[in-house]
């Protein structure tokens, strides 16, 4: 289980009434995909408002 100050959360946007959340780790992992160093991971489901974005970033979090 990661701990959130470990990270930065950043919601935004994608369009009216549908939120995200971006998480970038504050030091980077060696998590790697197809030769790439993963430097974020976005949340998978939109969110109705950024504090749901930002709930659905924190419970990610929680999962890594």
Do not use: C
């Not at 990270?7 to 998590?31: D, M, Q």
């Not at 030769?35 to 950024?50: C, H, N, R, W």
């Amino acid at each position: 289980m990661a701990n959130k100050s470990q990270f930065s959360i950043v919601t935004y946007e994608r369009r009216p009434g549908h939120w995200r959340a971006a998480i970038t780790p504050f030091l980077h992992s060696r998590s790697f995909i197809r030769g790439k160093t993963t430097s974020s991971i976005v949340t998978g489901d939109d969110s109705e408002s950024e504090s749901a974005a930002m709930l659905a970033a924190e419970q990610l979090i929680k999962k890594l």
